[in-house]
């Protein structure tokens, strides 16, 4: 959500420009295909609480965080998971291969 709202996210204005004097060129400049511009900035509004605002970021850090160290849980994952039948068969694929890369007995193009 946070790459779809973009630039939106940081200039979104606030309630009372949106029934201040500013209401008409909101309107004008924020609408969308499907929205208007009060409707979009409170669609932008809601966007920036859950991506943007202190509140989100503390628990994007808990979130990241909850299980420990993210570094050290991503090496458990992969040291738990069994790779040899994965690298036995980029070997053999890279076995029928000549130092050039090309199938062995085959001329490069």
Do not use: N
Request: glycine share 12%; net charge negative.
């Amino acid at each position: 959500m946070r790459k779809l709202g973009a630039a939106g996210l940081m200039a979104t204005p606030t309630g009372l420009d949106v029934t201040g004097p500013a209401a008409t060129d909101i309107d004008a400049y924020l609408q969308s295909a499907t929205l208007t511009g009060a409707e979009r900035v409170k669609l932008f509004r809601l966007l920036w609480d859950t991506c943007v605002s202190a509140f989100s970021g503390r628990q994007a850090l808990y979130e990241y965080y909850f299980f420990g160290d993210p570094v050290r849980m991503a090496d458990a994952y992969v040291a738990g998971y069994d790779r040899e039948p994965h690298k036995a068969r980029v070997r053999a694929f890279l076995g029928g291969c000549g130092a050039d890369g090309h199938e062995a007995g085959e001329a490069p193009a």
